[in-house]
């Protein structure tokens, strides 16, 4: 893991004292039951998606349905404690207006909003079998689930997202009174800076 990645989890660590903390890794993701096969075949799955993007999307949804907690993608700079959030049975913020983004969420173990995500997830597969894993099982997805789940809290995106993906030119714009995070995109900057190709 690059060292200014490792800097923003140890901060999420001296945040949050009393947490427990798991990096998940290919060595620590649990058993994913009915779809284990999609997270070990990303290329056939959706072969123009980052492999990586596609496996944590399906991991975070088993790991947060089956054992609860928070999810955290490593590009997120924590500014405040977020032990406030803990009492929704489930979370997550807006991307922009139009999507929801899975980078950061949380839920209770057992949340029908994500056993309705597990439920989906194949057939969302299937039916889109050249898209990219935003459509398949991330932001578009999650966004036409969480319209069944009147339940799920769902934080504006300056809490969270204070500059979009499209706009890393603001990435030190200042983020808003009482924002929970700073999503760094790292991905897309790569993408950016020519890095990366997925």
């Not at 890794?25 to 998606?49: A, N, V, Y």
Request: hydrophobic share 40%; net charge neutral; proline share 8%.
């Amino acid at each position: 893991m690059p060292p200014h990645l490792a800097a923003l989890l140890q901060r999420w660590r001296d945040l949050h004292p009393t947490w427990g903390f798991t990096l998940w890794t290919p060595e620590t993701t649990p058993f994913l039951g009915e779809h284990q096969d999609l997270f070990d075949h990303p290329q056939t799955w959706s072969p123009k998606s980052n492999p990586w993007q596609w496996r944590a999307n399906l991991a975070r949804y088993r790991i947060l349905h089956d054992l609860g907690g928070v999810w955290v993608d490593c590009d997120l700079e924590p500014l405040r404690p977020i032990d406030d959030l803990l009492g929704h049975e489930a979370f997550i913020a807006r991307e922009d207006t139009r999507f929801i983004n899975n980078a950061f969420m949380g839920s209770a173990p057992g949340s029908a909003w994500l056993a309705d995500v597990l439920a989906g997830l194949r057939s969302s597969v299937l039916s889109q079998p050249r898209a990219r894993s935003n459509r398949q099982t991330g932001a578009h997805y999650l966004t036409r689930v969480a319209r069944r789940h009147p339940e799920l809290h769902v934080l504006p995106a300056e809490l969270v997202y204070p500059f979009h993906w499209s706009e890393l030119d603001a990435r030190n714009r200042p983020a808003a009174e009482g924002a929970y995070t700073r999503h760094h995109w790292w991905n897309k900057t790569k993408q950016a800076e020519g890095e990366v190709t997925a």
